[in-house]
């Protein structure tokens, strides 16, 4: 089975689109998820499988994960 390569970064805001995105240093790798888009994030020194979502108060929160709100600076990767 062949490894999976992984872009990686931190989450941000993109005032553009109103989105939460995949940024490395100051440049876009994903200009914004959607809901329900994959992705994992780095919890306890781990990488964990979630997804984005949106609570009906319109604040963005990752499945499984006590993230909820603001989710700026996150640690996350995607497949390339």
């Known amino acids: 089975m062949r490894k999976q390569n992984k872009l990686q970064g931190r ?3 993109n005032t553009d689109n109103g989105r939460y995105g995949l940024l490395s ?5 994903n200009c914004g998820f ?7 994030v780095k919890m306890n020194d781990r ?3 979630t997804r984005i979502e949106m609570t009906a108060g319109q604040e ?4 499984g994960t006590p993230y909820c709100g603001n989710l700026e600076f996150v640690r ?3 497949p390339a």
């Open 25 to 29: 240093s100051d440049l876009w790798i």
């Open 11 to 13: 989450l941000g805001f």
């Open 60 to 63: 963005w929160y990752l499945v």
């Open 34 to 40: 959607h809901c329900g888009d994959r992705l994992e």
């Open 76 to 78: 996350a990767r995607i």
């Open 47 to 49: 990488w964990e499988e």
